[in-house]
């Protein structure tokens, strides 16, 4: 049995530059991966099936399931004849702008490379993970990145400075594809991908903070106000930067501070039953 963690993301910045033919979005992101995992473990299966086994009720157990998809886009590529059972310990909250499922499918793809002696590099991985979704090049590499393309192309970024991030998750789902069909481009103002680059190559903790934006969060705010409000009470609890990530609706706020952590964690606690405390991990530390 081999065992894979599979870390969430937040969206440092997330702009949308337009729309493409194919009726995705071409992205600008900083995406880095958080101290906030789904375990997963893989074990050979007698037939040649793929089984999911899913600790958390509103994550499927069938071909639905990105890692199941994972499995499979292996199995069928390169010819294999054997099955996985494949458990998932669900800790990030699903549907909510932290990639869980991408991670998840992006640990199956890492863990099969392992357990099926396939030798395929990362880059390979991450290309094949392309497939599956948007957000699962990023997860298969980790640490921190500029995705662009429709989130698939990849350049590797120096870690954030050293902090703490609270996330907070309003119990609403969001779908992401209403999210950006949502979108009205000429309206919007962009975040500063470039400033954000910079704060991360100098390790500039206020500037990373002045640099964080995300082009989807006023859209996903219009819909779903409770996410604005939130965004208001972190920052009022002592947050030095706070952020919609994703499309959405887990609101992150980065405190360099640990003595504030208990403030802000506890108070958004009294009204938001989701929320976390955790570090940034920052690094790059998957080997494929
Ligand atoms: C918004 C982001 C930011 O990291 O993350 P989440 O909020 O999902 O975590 C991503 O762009 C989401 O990536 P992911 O969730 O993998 O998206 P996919 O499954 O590939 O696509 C779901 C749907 O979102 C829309 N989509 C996605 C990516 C993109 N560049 N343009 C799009 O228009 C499309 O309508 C697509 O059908
Ligand atoms: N392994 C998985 N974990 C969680 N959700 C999954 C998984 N596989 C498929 N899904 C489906 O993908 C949808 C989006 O899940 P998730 O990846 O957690 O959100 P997001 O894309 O917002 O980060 C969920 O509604 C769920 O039904």
Redesign the pocket.
């Known amino acids: 049995m081999l065992y894979e963690k599979a870390p969430a993301k937040i969206?440092l910045t997330?702009d949308v530059l337009h729309k493409r033919s194919d009726?995705?979005?071409e992205?600008e992101?900083i995406?880095t991966t958080v101290d906030l995992a789904d375990r997963i473990w893989l074990r050979p299966a007698e037939s040649g099936n793929i089984i999911i086994k899913a600790s958390e009720r509103f994550v499927p157990n069938d071909r639905k399931n990105l890692a199941y998809q994972a499995a499979e886009l292996l199995q069928q590529r390169y010819g294999i004849q054997k099955g996985v059972e494949i458990t998932l310990e669900k800790s990030i909250p699903v549907a909510a702008?932290?990639?869980g499922g991408?991670s998840d499918a992006a640990a199956t793809l890492r863990g099969l490379n392992r357990l099926w002696n396939l030798g395929l590099s990362a880059d390979k991985l991450a290309e094949l993970g392309a497939i599956i979704?948007?957000?699962?090049s990023f997860c298969v590499h980790g640490g921190t990145a500029l995705a662009t393309g429709?989130?698939e192309k990849i350049q590797s970024l120096p870690a954030p400075p050293n902090c703490w991030v609270i996330l907070a998750k309003p119990p609403i789902s969001v779908s992401?594809?209403d999210i950006?069909?949502n979108l009205r481009l000429s309206k919007m103002d962009h975040p500063d991908t470039a400033s954000m680059m910079n704060a991360l190559r100098q390790g500039d903790y206020d500037k990373m903070c002045a640099s964080v934006g995300n082009i989807?969060e006023p859209v996903t705010m219009s819909i779903h106000p409770q996410v604005a409000v939130l965004k208001e009470q972190m920052k009022k609890f002592g947050a030095d930067a706070v952020l919609m990530s994703?499309?959405?609706p887990t609101v992150f706020g980065l405190v360099k501070h640990e003595s504030r952590v208990p403030r802000i964690y506890n108070g958004l606690k009294g009204f938001c039953s989701e929320v976390y405390a955790v570090r940034m991990i920052g690094e790059r530390h998957f080997l494929a």
């Open positions: 969206n997330l009726g995705f979005h992205v992101m995406m702008g932290l990639a991408s979704g948007s957000d699962v429709r989130g992401t594809a950006y069909g989807l994703g499309s959405g």
